[in-house]
């Protein structure tokens, strides 16, 4: 006779079972990663946020490893170590993340499940095939309504290069695309609304850097000055460029706020998809080479989605979703039912580069776990 | 051992400073047998035993319960039992041994005066050279939390053997985490600390066991050698406080 306890979990593994099948669809080969990794290898490719977060510990010779705190880049790693090229994976197991601040002490672990398919032609198809099987996975485990919101991380780039600015600058804040909060404040002080002011003698440091020819023997003169030892790896000229950069920086005309505000407002662009590319195509930005060829993906995409039944109407496209794992760099998506994320994933055609591959990469994750949670409470339908 | 067992640090940066306290508290560490012996006894206090430890050992003591109580710095609480209060009651402030762990880096470092520039420094660090910049330390947990919060740039924490000041001279680290105090330490090896870079502020204490064995006369021998303590820190001026 079985207990309650066993007929939930035998519930839920069913439920995963479901997902599965549907993200496998009879073309996808199970893999399980090891819940263990080694730090230095993997723990680098994703993003801050999930840096923070993950379970590290030590090893008995002092290096580190850490608990899975998502699939994906296992996964790529196991598929380049097998020789790359095409593939099609489905994985479920568990994740593990520390508490943010407010959720208490103890880690937390949930259940994923997920698909990865590398290796396809670059363009929107693989994507709208994991979207799609991510959508049909969902509704083998609840009969609750998806709400679907996507975004392309060059839209965020591409509306930044139409601003003439210096390199530094661009690069600073598209490592901030995601968190509109900072990436807001670095406006304001490149529009120089928030001048930063610098103790004197870092601003007297700056000035002579700015009118010099020679930062790196600048750099050693002033050691020289002050009697200061050099010592360690980063040399005089690594030292020199930085001051340069910070004082070109400084003294650099400040951001149009006719610009900034341009950015803003395309930025903050969060619309049903058709209305938003209608609206893009409308910005005179869409008429620069950059945002053009943005927009066309995102038509093309929008096609490909309608081609396996998916609406683009009934998701919504906002131009700051870049996607929290910090290895997405095109398609992201992410999917909530009832308010509460159960989905995610996009395209990263960057990690099997960084992992030392060359090969295409779209995937997305479910959290079984959360679904399950809910239709077990009977939260969802 | 019966009765009450203290850990005390045998060397250090604290030792001076405790056996100062102790005899201006009128309490006279004696040795019973071999002066080699890591066992003391303080004179008039028969319920009371001394174990020589290293500071870095009191913590796990008294964790485990080796020990009833011990004198050890905030700092190595820290990071060696970050559950601390499961297992130590509220310590004693001792008015000795205050320092602060801080990140330091070299002099030549013109170009960094605190956390942000550190940040920016090792992120552009890990792109042109294809590794992370490396952090000796003693105290890898509480560096290694630190830097992930504060810091978007990821670090590799070196476990540091030796003084760690030296680690940077010797290429085996660009910077540092480290215990100062008047930081005549970094300048004599060529190191400042940066702006933002304080981790935490450290004391030494008294720390009490909760998982040590207690009986009355024991929780008695502990009372009678806190108030001790208590009345003569409360009688110190505030700027006796000593590095």
């Known amino acids: ?381 | 051992m019966s009765g009450m067992i203290l850990a005390y640090p045998s060397k250090g940066r604290l030792k001076p400073h405790a056996d100062e306290l102790f005899a201006k508290c009128g309490l006279k560490i004696t040795s019973e047998g071999s002066e080699r012996s890591y066992q003391r006894s303080i004179a008039g206090m028969p319920d009371v035993q001394i174990l020589l430890v290293e500071a870095v050992a009191v913590p796990g003591l008294l964790a485990r319960g080796e020990a009833h109580a011990g004198i050890t710095g905030v700092d190595l609480v820290a990071e060696h039992l970050p559950d601390r209060d499961h297992v130590l009651e509220t310590p004693l402030p001792l008015a000795f041994g205050a320092a602060r762990i801080a990140l330091a880096v070299p002099q030549c470092w013109i170009d960094v005066a605190d956390l942000a520039d550190l940040d920016e420094t090792a992120f552009q660090y890990r792109r042109t050279r294809g590794r992370r910049m490396r952090i000796a330390t003693g105290f890898r947990r509480l560096a290694r939390q630190f830097l992930v919060e504060r810091c978007a740039a990821e670090f590799e924490i070196v476990p540091s053997r030796g003084p760690t000041e030296a680690a940077p001279l010797a290429g085996l680290a660009e910077a540092v985490v480290d215990i100062v105090s008047s930081g005549q330490t970094l300048a004599a090896n060529a190191l400042k600390p940066i702006e933002g870079g304080e981790i935490l502020k450290s004391e030494a204490c008294l720390y009490v066991s909760r998982t040590a064995e207690w009986s009355e006369s024991i929780r008695n021998a502990l009372d009678r050698l806190r108030s001790q303590l208590e009345e003569t820190v409360a009688e110190m001026p505030l700027d006796s406080h000593s590095p």
């Open chain 1, 1 to 381: 006779m079985t207990s309650r306890a066993d007929s939930a979990i035998e519930a839920r593994d069913r439920m995963r079972d479901r997902v599965m099948s549907t993200l496998a669809d009879g073309d996808c080969e199970r893999v399980q990663p090891s819940l263990l990794q080694p730090a230095d290898d993997i723990l680098s490719h994703y993003g801050e946020e999930i840096r923070a977060r993950a379970c590290v510990l030590s090893d008995a010779h002092g290096g580190e490893l850490f608990l899975v705190p998502d699939y994906t880049v296992p996964v790529c790693r196991m598929h380049l170590d097998r020789g790359g090229g095409a593939g099609r994976y489905v994985y479920a197991g568990p994740v593990f993340r520390l508490p943010s601040p407010g959720q208490g002490e103890v880690p937390i672990e949930e259940e994923q499940a997920g698909i990865e398919v590398y290796g396809e032609a670059k363009d929107s198809k693989a994507e709208a095939l994991v979207l799609r099987r991510t959508l049909d996975a969902l509704n083998a485990a609840s009969d609750a309504k998806a709400e679907i919101s996507v975004g392309d991380a060059g839209l965020g780039a591409a509306v930044l290069d139409t601003v003439s600015m210096p390199g530094q600058r661009r690069e600073r804040l598209r490592r901030r695309m995601g968190q509109p909060a900072r990436f807001h404040e670095l406006m304001q002080r490149f529009v120089g609304v928030q001048t930063v002011e610098l103790p004197p003698d870092r601003e007297h440091l700056l000035e002579r850097f700015a009118t010099c020819e020679e930062p790196g023997e600048l750099a050693s003169a002033i050691l020289e000055e002050r009697g200061i030892p050099h010592l360690g790896q980063r040399t005089v000229e690594d030292i020199g460029a930085r001051l340069a950069t910070l004082a070109a920086e400084r003294y650099e005309p400040p951001l149009d706020v006719e610009d900034a505000s341009r950015i803003g407002a395309i930025l903050a662009l969060r619309k049903p998809y058709p209305l938003a590319l209608d609206w893009l195509k409308a910005q005179d930005e869409a008429s620069s080479p950059e945002v053009a060829g943005v927009t066309e993906t995102l038509e093309r995409r929008a096609e490909a989605f309608a081609e396996v039944g998916i609406d683009p109407a009934e998701m919504m496209l906002d131009a700051r979703f870049v996607g929290e794992l910090g290895y997405y760099d095109g398609f992201v998506f992410s999917i909530r039912v009832d308010g509460v994320q159960v989905a995610g994933g996009g395209r990263y055609d960057g990690l099997p580069r960084a992992l030392g591959g060359d090969c295409t990469a779209v995937g997305a994750a479910i959290w079984t776990g959360r679904l399950a949670a809910r239709v077990e409470d009977g939260e969802l339908p």
